[in-house]
Structure formats: structure tokens, C-alpha cells
């Protein structure tokens, strides 16, 4: 696709497309230029009950996609991973106009890195166990049954929104659940070519449904009596609400939360650019800050601050900003007006504070259009200060002293938060070490790179439960056991 309009009229919704109940439309803008992109409906509340009524009966189906045999499923998984890599350009393409994530990257982690999650879960549908004998303690023997959880909804915010619907659509299919997914109204359009290649690649009719909508569709998704199990992306306020839901009425809910997390430079790393700029920068900034996991709070020695403080500098100043469809940029805007105003009132909040800034600050000249914002680095800063505690979710980095590996371990947990974290030396070892020291559901010693091999999660105020690995695969799964 070029950068012509884009327009759906359709849900999907039980394998075919649906018309919408209402006229209502969400309109995503391109944030590098602020020019509209087209238009798809939004759902309200009886498209979400359609789509729910759609996974039902794909779920209960009796010999349906739930009673599969897995390999089967398997087969049906791989095949969608192919349709969707025959998209993937487009794919890239739409999440960058949307959401300003660079080209570059979105080819990368957005059309590429999800097939990868979806085959991996093929796999693992092939090779798990879902039913094992054990002899009884009181005699007879019991089967221990691995069964799926039933109809998921999944909730994905607009910064990774190909990623993060895999991370649930993937195990949840492997498990033998059926899914509706509300993608976030600001990133929409890829959503509608993963339904083009669910179809293309005969995934059951109501195995994948998609109802682009706002929160209130998302509430009433959590809450509705068709759901079994709800997989939730987003900022933690909005996961707490969701959490009070499920806590209710007594459903599985796994929530992947917000994050602020630190990036420990030990006093033996090696501060040349050439060896640690590009993974320090990919560990930081990606996609224009706004990740989840990023190490945002760097902790520098003291003995070494002024070097750590330059080094950050240097590399922040010099990446390249602009349009996200530039092959050659870097940062690109943040995703929405309202996002890049609350990460200058973050910025204007550390200034108060008495933060330094060494580079930033403000929108970059010569970008009038568009939600820029230049990346930002604030030294002397404290643990205590707002832009050391709260997630900025923008390129604003904050440079924090430390004594001693002691007081860079307690600053580091120092946080509501703890979902990622990095850890920089020139002793991997003794990087490992200190990474088993924060408390946190991920962290990188030199890089950092969610592998889908590995649980993903935080803990604290970043989530409950864990997406990836084989964990990923159990949290669609629920457990029965047969006494014979
Ligand atoms: P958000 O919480 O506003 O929205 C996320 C999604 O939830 C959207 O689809 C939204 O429509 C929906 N939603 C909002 N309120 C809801 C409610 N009460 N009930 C049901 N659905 C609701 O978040 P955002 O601003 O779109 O995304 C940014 C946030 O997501 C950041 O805090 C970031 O850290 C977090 N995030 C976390 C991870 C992770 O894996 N931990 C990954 C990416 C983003």
C-alpha cells in the first residue's frame, strides 16, 4: 500500500466480514505529517457481544477447533504465519503511518517478529503434553487433563499492536481457545490484514474476531458473561481497572502494565559508542521511547558519572528524527498530540525538580508538522524525582548517580515499578549477578531482546502473569483432573 487512504467498513467477525451496528468510525491520523489515514468502524457494545457470540460458538462446538487434535491446529497456525509474512510489507508500513514507529524498525519487530511468536507456538502445540497419567496415592489413576480455558479477549495498546496481539493470539490459538481482539483506536489498520490472513489461511470461522474499538468496548469485552479469560496490554491504571473486573467475577487475567525500568552501567563497562551506543540506544529509545520495558533510568558510578552522562548525550543528540517512513530515521513522533503533551509536562516537571538537561528539551526545529518531540537526557537527577518514578513513555532518559553496586541495586528497586532492566559491564558474569538482584520480570545483561522462548512479564505495578514461553501457552490453559 502507499500512503493513500486507508478504509474498512467491516468487522471481522465468525469468518466473514460484518457490518457495524452503528456509523460510528475511528479516524487514526499519521503522526509524522497529522493528516488523516482513512477510517474504520468502531465497536460498540453489540459489535463486541457479536464478536463475543461468534468465539462462543467456535469454542463450544462440540469436535470443533477446541477438539482438535494440536497438530492439526498447528497446521492451521503455520499456515497463517505464511499469510501474514505475505502481507508484511503493508503490515510495516500501516503500523508506521499510524503509530511513527521508523520503518526500519516496524519491518523488523512488527512484521516480522510476530510470525516468529506464531510458529514458535505451532511447535509448541505439537510437542506439549495437554493430558498425563499419574498413579493415585489412594489407588486407581488419574488423569491430569490440560484444557483450554475457553473464549480469550485480548487488549492491545497502539505501540506495538502486532506484537502484542500475537503474544496472545498465538497461545491462546496452540491452547485451543477462541479469541476477540480489541485493538487500540490509534492502530487499527494492520489489525484488518491479520483477519485478511486468518481467512486466506482457513483459520476456523469465530477462532479470530477483531472489533477495533474505546475503552468502554474494551470494559464491556472484560466483563462480558462470554469470556473466559482476558489477556490485557495497556498503562497500569487502566490494567487496575480491568483487574477489579476480573477479580469479580472470579476470571484469568493476565496484565502486561507499564514500566520505568534501569539501566545499571557497572564501573567496569566499556563507554565507547562503537561497543555499547547502538544496543544502549535499541535498550532505551526504541520506538521513540514509547516501549514498555526500557531502561529510561540509567544508574552511572559516581566515579564515572560526567563520562556516562557525555556518552548518553552524544548518543541521544545525534540520532536522526523524523518522519517514520524515512528509511534513515531514528525517532519519529510520538503517536498521538495528547501523548507528546504529557511528555512535556514530564519535561517541564524534571526541570522544576532540578534536573539537568544535556541535550532536548523541546520539539526539534524544522519539524512544523507532526508530533515531535527531540529526545531528552536529564542528569542530577534523584531517585525521588517525578521523571525518576513515573513512566515518561517518550525519548526522555534521566542519568542517576550511584556509590556502590549496593546503592545501585536499592535505586534500581527504588520503583512501583519492575518489568525490564539492563545491566552494562565488561564481565557478563558479574553483570548476571547483579541482574538477579533487581527485582523485576526481565533484564538484559548487555542488550536487552525479549526472546519468545522466555516468560515475559512484570511484577509490581508492571502485571500479573507472563505472555511468551511455555508459561504463555499455560495461561490459556486450565486444569482438570479425572479420578478413574
Ligand atoms: P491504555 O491503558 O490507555 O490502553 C490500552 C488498551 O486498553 C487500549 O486498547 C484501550 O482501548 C484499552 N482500555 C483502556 N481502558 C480500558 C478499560 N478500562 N477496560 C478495557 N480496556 C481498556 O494504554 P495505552 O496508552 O494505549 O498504551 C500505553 C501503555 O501500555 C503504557 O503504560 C505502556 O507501558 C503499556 N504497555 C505495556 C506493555 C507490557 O508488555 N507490559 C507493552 C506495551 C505497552
Not at 515518561?392 to 520503583?415: Q, T
Not at 523485576?440 to 548487555?446: F, K, L, Q, R, S
Request: aromatic residues 6%.
Amino acid at each position: 500500500m502507499g500512503r493513500q487512504e486507508c478504509r474498512y467498513e467491516h468487522f471481522y467477525i465468525g469468518g466473514e466480514w460484518v457490518g457495524a451496528s452503528t456509523g460510528h468510525v475511528i479516524t487514526p491520523v499519521n503522526p509524522s505529517t497529522e493528516v488523516a489515514l482513512g477510517s474504520v468502524p468502531k465497536a460498540l457494545e453489540a459489535d463486541v457481544d457479536a464478536a463475543v457470540d461468534a468465539a462462543r460458538r467456535a469454542f463450544d462446538e462440540r469436535g470443533g477447533w477446541s477438539g482438535w487434535e494440536p497438530g492439526r491446529r498447528a497446521e492451521v497456525m503455520e499456515r497463517f504465519a505464511t499469510e501474514i509474512e505475505a502481507r508484511a510489507g503493508r503490515i510495516a508500513e500501516l503500523v508506521s503511518l499510524q503509530n511513527g514507529m521508523p520503518i526500519s524498525m516496524s519491518r523488523q519487530l512488527e512484521a516480522g517478529y510476530p510470525t516468529e511468536v506464531l510458529r514458535y507456538y505451532a511447535g509448541l502445540a505439537r510437542t506439549t503434553d495437554f493430558s498425563e497419567v499419574r498413579g493415585g496415592l489412594l489407588g486407581g489413576s488419574i488423569e491430569v487433563r490440560h484444557v483450554p480455558v475457553g473464549v480469550a479477549a485480548a487488549i492491545v495498546p497502539w505501540n506495538y499492536p502486532q506484537v502484542l496481539s500475537m503474544f496472545k493470539i498465538a497461545p491462546a490459538m496452540a491452547a485451543g481457545c477462541t479469541v476477540v481482539l480489541k485493538p487500540s483506536p490509534e492502530a487499527v489498520f494492520d489489525s484488518f490484514l491479520v483477519a485478511e490472513a486468518a481467512e486466506a489461511a482457513g483459520v476456523p470461522a469465530g477462532v479470530l474476531n477483531v472489533v477495533p474499538g474505546g475503552r468502554e468496548a474494551g470494559a464491556h469485552l472484560v466483563a462480558h458473561p462470554g469470556v473466559d479469560k482476558v489477556a490485557f496490554t495497556g498503562s497500569t491504571p487502566a490494567g487496575r481497572v480491568v483487574a477489579e473486573t476480573c477479580g469479580r467475577l472470579l476470571r484469568p487475567v493476565t496484565l502486561e502494565l507499564g514500566g520505568k525500568s534501569a539501566g545499571i552501567i557497572l564501573d567496569d563497562a566499556e563507554l565507547d559508542p562503537a561497543t555499547i551506543g547502538e544496543d544502549l540506544i535499541r535498550a532505551t529509545l526504541t520506538n521513540n521511547g514509547q516501549t514498555c520495558f526500557l531502561s529510561t533510568r540509567i544508574l552511572a558510578p559516581r566515579s564515572r558519572y560526567a563520562e556516562v552522562v557525555d556518552l548518553v548525550t552524544e548518543l541521544a543528540r545525534t540520532l536522526p528524527v523524523g518522519d517514520a517512513m524515512d528509511e534513515n530515521t531514528l525517532i519519529g513522533p510520538l503517536t498521538t498530540a495528547h501523548q507528546r503533551e504529557r511528555v512535556e509536562g514530564h519535561i517541564a516537571k524534571g526541570r522544576s525538580e532540578g534536573g539537568r538537561i544535556t541535550t532536548g528539551g523541546g520539539r526539534p526545529v524544522g519539524l512544523d508538522k507532526g508530533w515531535f518531540i527531540e529526545p531528552t537526557v536529564f542528569a542530577d537527577v534523584g531517585s525521588g524525582f517525578g521523571v525518576a518514578q513515573e513512566e515518561i513513555f517518550g525519548p526522555v532518559l534521566c542519568v542517576l548517580p550511584y556509590d556502590d553496586v549496593d546503592d545501585a541495586v536499592r535505586i534500581a528497586n527504588d520503583s512501583d515499578y519492575g518489568l525490564g532492566g539492563t545491566v552494562w559491564t565488561s564481565d557478563p558474569e558479574r553483570g548476571a549477578a547483579v541482574a538477579r538482584r533487581v527485582r523485576t520480570g526481565t533484564i538484559g545483561v548487555n542488550r536487552y531482546l525479549p526472546d519468545p522462548v522466555a516468560p515475559f512479564g512484570g511484577v509490581k505495578a508492571s502485571g500479573l502473569g507472563t505472555e511468551l514461553g511455555p508459561e504463555g501457552l499455560e495461561s490459556y490453559l486450565q486444569i482438570q483432573s479425572v479420578y478413574c
